[in-house]
């Protein structure tokens, strides 16, 4: 059953002239024990709620995955769609995408973020257990993870935090090969993999890769752990292919024809490509049915369960009925007061309005709690053992939170947001990448959003980042202005469901900009905020904490016979997929000044050739705050100053 997982990856391979045919033949032995004894699945439905997750973080070795898939007897995993292996539409990518499959739990390739995306499923499991009862969330989560999966510093955060968090269903299968790109891992690190998981507080074992019973005996010993569990399972990359066709593939490379038709004689494989035995087929196609009759208990379970309609609308994603009222409640009293607020404020007031309401609402943050407001009053915290909380304390671990919450995310039942300042996204990018990737409804707090932060200095001021995020394919970014917009993002971000979301949040108090609380005004992205006495002469279009800035100067204009309009743009992604006719109407003909503290990059699509951009061009200082706006020029009078120079000119 082993050498047939080797066969279809040579061949797939082959055929593609693309690929990473040593992984898949080093670990098919591991991953056929798994696959046929130990995995609950069920292939005649791969998103059945219940099911263990398998998480291949060795991502390169995608033709492991796509070879148990097709043999398992997923539909939509035949032969052509291997032989299409790595070609446009293709199910079988080059590394495992979210999406081109149903048994696909997410996108790996960045090594590492797989490994710690498997932490936030494991997490996920533990909590809704917590909340639904075993009889409905009972499950395990499975990781294949490489040499490169442990190099990368992302998995001392991840191995570090599910050892502390004890999450006992989560197994780590380390293909220990010894071998990456550049030769052996002796060239690079000589750490000891298993004190490593240990020290963090993990069960650990180490057993030869291509013995069948001994890989079974650690994962019967793995199911039974109180804590997480490694087990090294000692491989040869490229197992069963003679020296030549060994040594091509662990360098990543397609064996060749002449290798791939020797690699097979070694291994004893004597028919055509794609082609495996019907009893053999058979015998993996009962592998695949193996979960059948668990899944049909467990559909009864839920039938009878008495939180069923619930359980289901958290899996499905729904929000319940009536969730948005305590936010537009909020809104009006906000209205009234007008209150000045740092929008960080704003939102744990938004929070404490919809962490009541939307029970599968998760917080946490990497160790800056009081500083970003993300912990809602009520909320408890998860412990080690303990998962009824519904706030997690990530620890200063940025990179694995990020992941772990993509995790959460794919694994459903739960909708995480997480934390930490702006500047520190520079650690979180990969897993905000992929959350867009992935289409994942993944909301994060960015607080402590421009120099107005003060004596911190240009370590924590994240002058480029905003353009930065910006540049991500399918990533919302809303930089609300006042209490009201930022619960109006708030609204936004929740509502989405088709990728993540960044709210970036000021640290300094900001004055209210809006006195009234009917439409979600910040629906379309951006829109106009005052409009000029008369025919436009200048169009002021800002965000966050420099709106208040522009309104300033706009009455100063106003006042000297200058009809300016003042623009609120808090999500350039969704006012940029408003119609032509709308932006034009919120952005007018006239001059256009762009007023942000933070880099102008980007700019240039609002403002035009024309336009002028209030801004920063280098990094920030240590100051108090509005020393620091005055020293770089991001002022009321600045604006005024620009604008009357332009129309002079």
Not at 165 to 190: P, R
Not at 329 to 337: D, K, N, Q, W
Not at 532 to 554: D, F, K, M, Y
Not at 567 to 572: F, G, R, Y
Request: proline share 5%; net charge neutral; hydrophobic share 45%.
């Amino acid at each position: 059953m082993a050498d047939a997982i080797r066969a279809l990856a040579i061949d797939a391979v082959e055929a593609a002239k693309s690929g990473h045919p040593g992984m898949p033949m080093g670990m098919a032995d591991v991953a056929t024990v798994l696959f046929t004894r130990f995995l609950k699945y069920d292939a005649a439905d791969p998103r059945w709620p219940d099911r263990d997750r398998f998480v291949l973080s060795a991502g390169h070795g995608s033709m492991l995955l796509y070879a148990l898939l097709h043999l398992t007897g997923h539909a939509g995993m035949g032969i052509e769609e291997l032989r299409r292996f790595r070609q446009l539409h293709s199910p079988c990518a080059g590394h495992p995408e979210y999406g081109e499959h149903p048994a696909i739990e997410t996108t790996t390739g960045p090594l590492g973020q797989g490994l710690a995306t498997a932490v936030g499923m494991a997490l996920a499991e533990r909590m809704l257990a917590a909340r639904f009862g075993r009889s409905l969330v009972d499950h395990r989560t499975w990781v294949i993870a490489s040499d490169g999966d442990l190099m990368e510093g992302i998995s001392h955060e991840a191995i570090s935090l599910a050892g502390h968090l004890k999450l006992n269903k989560l197994t780590v299968l380390f293909d220990d090969n010894a071998i990456s790109i550049d030769g052996s891992t002796q060239l690079a690190v000589s750490d000891d993999q298993l004190r490593r998981f240990a020290a963090s507080g993990w069960a650990v074992r180490r057993v030869d890769g291509h013995d069948h019973a001994e890989v079974a005996a650690a994962l019967s010993w793995a199911v039974r752990n109180r804590k997480p569990t490694l087990i090294a399972c000692r491989t040869i990359i490229g197992f069963g292919a003679p020296t030549k066709a060994g040594t091509a593939a662990t360098h990543g490379s397609p064996l060749g024809a002449e290798e791939a038709a020797a690699a097979k004689r070694a291994l004893g494989w004597q028919h055509p490509p794609f082609v495996v035995p019907e009893d053999l087929k058979a015998r993996w196609e009962a592998a695949g049915r193996r979960g059948a009759g668990a899944r049909r208990s467990w559909l009864k379970r839920l039938a009878k369960h008495p939180q069923k309609d619930e359980f289901e609308r958290a899996l499905a994603g729904r929000l319940p009925e009536g969730w948005h009222e305590p936010l537009a409640a909020l809104r009006a009293r906000l209205a009234e007061e007008k209150p000045k607020l740092a929008t960080r404020v704003a939102s744990q007031r938004a929070l404490e309005a919809l962490v009541p309401a939307v029970p599968e609402l998760v917080g946490g943050s990497a160790d800056l709690t009081g500083s970003v407001g993300t912990l809602a009053k009520g909320m408890a915290a998860v412990a080690p053992g303990n998962y009824a909380g519904r706030y997690v304390h990530w620890g200063v671990r940025e990179h694995g939170m990020a992941a772990a919450m993509n995790g959460m995310a794919l694994h459903g039942g739960v909708i995480p947001y997480g934390g930490t300042f702006l500047v520190f996204s520079d650690y979180m990018r990969p897993a905000i990448r992929l959350a867009a990737l992935m289409r994942q409804r993944v909301i994060h707090v960015l607080t402590h959003d421009s120099i107005g932060l003060g004596e911190d200095g240009p370590t924590h001021q994240p002058v480029e980042h905003l353009a930065s995020l910006r540049a991500m394919p399918n990533l919302f970014v809303f930089r609300p202005a006042d209490a009201i917009e930022t619960a109006e993002c708030w609204e936004l971000a929740l509502r989405r469901t088709d990728g993540p979301s960044v709210l970036a949040l000021t640290r300094q108090s900001v004055p209210a900009v809006r006195g009234e609380a009917g439409e979600n005004r910040c629906a379309r992205g951006g829109y106009v905020l005052a409009e000029a006495s008369g025919a436009r002469r200048a169009t002021l279009i800002a965000t966050g904490s420099e709106v208040h800035l522009a309104l300033a100067a706009r009455a100063a204009l106003e006042a000297e016979g200058i009809p300016t309009a003042v623009v609120s743009l808090p999500c350039w992604e969704i006012f940029a997929a408003q119609d032509e006719g709308y932006r034009d109407q919120v952005l007018g003909r006239a001059l256009r000044v762009g007023v942000e503290a933070a880099v102008r990059f980007g700019w240039e699509r609002w403002l035009g050739p024309e336009g002028v951009f209030i801004g920063m061009t280098g990094f920030g200082a240590s100051a108090p705050a509005e020393d620091l706006f005055r020293h770089f020029g991001i002022t009321a009078e600045a604006v005024v100053a620009a604008v009357k120079r332009r129309l002079d000119a």
